[in-house]
């Protein structure tokens, strides 16, 4: 019998009825694809760094990352998909057992093959524990049904980890064009707008320059799966671009108390 995790945070951090979640998904990225004017000639990115909080607040600026990808939505058939640990503490990148991930648009089936292979690095383990609640990788999975319906999902909720540990997981993982990277982060948490915005672009400088040393705790809750994208990119010598900034208060209205969100794409 296939086991399934069933989705957590649908009703909260989106949309719980199938087809409201998928026309909002697919409205966040149309619009951000019109926006950009990308078209089918658009070069798309190998990897992308998009934001994780409920899709009223964030989701448009995801959309941004995700609507770089479109042009090659035919030939991607795996994601990988890295977030940080909110709930659970782990040491490493903790995988998933299940053979499906489940939200209310359908279920994603695991890639697990691809996991099985992996299962000579110390720094890889089966922990179904830091899934359960975990709403990091959660929220991109709509988007990933909705943009790349025919791909199979690879995902890690990342603890205690090195840049490199991290960075090792994904070299084994890179594949070719069937293959993209998703490394789910928010930027500060709960600063004034003001202050906010300055400590965001402080970060934004960093991600970059691939300068995964200069982001601190404070800076990004997604900063270790980040800093193992970082430190990939430098070595393969890859650009990156910013394709969206903001936090909470331009997004929800509250400027008191506020999350950042960046979305980034890689080539």
Known sequence: MALIRPPAVAGMFYPSDPRGLTGAVADFVNAAVNAAGIGKETPAPKAIIAPHAGYKYSGACAAQAYARLMPDRSRISRIVLMGPCHRV???????????????????????????????????????????????????????????????????????????????????????????????????????DYDACNALDA???????????????????????????LLHLAKERAMSIERVGLCNSGDTAGDKSRVVGYGSWILR
């Not at 975990?134 to 049904?145: A, I, M, Y």
Request: with cysteine; charged share 20%.
């Open 89 to 191: 503490a782990v040491c490493g990148l903790a995988t998933t057992t299940a053979d499906y991930w489940k939200t209310p648009i359908g279920a994603v089936q695991i890639d697990r093959e691809a996991l099985d292979a992996l299962s000579d690095l110390a720094q890889v383990i089966p922990h179904d524990g830091a899934h359960q609640q975990e709403h990091s990788l959660e929220v991109h999975v709509p988007f990933l049904q909705v943009c790349f319906p025919h791909m199979k999902l690879v995902p890690f909720a990342v603890g205690q980890a090195t840049a490199e540990d991290v960075a090792e997981v994904l070299a084994r993982l890179w594949g070719g064009e069937e293959t993209r990277i998703v490394i789910s982060t928010d930027l500060s948490h709960f600063l």
């Open 202 to 228: 402080k970060t934004a400088e960093a991600v970059e320059r691939l300068d995964h040393a200069a982001i601190g705790r404070d800076q990004a809750c997604g900063r270790i799966p980040m800093s193992g």
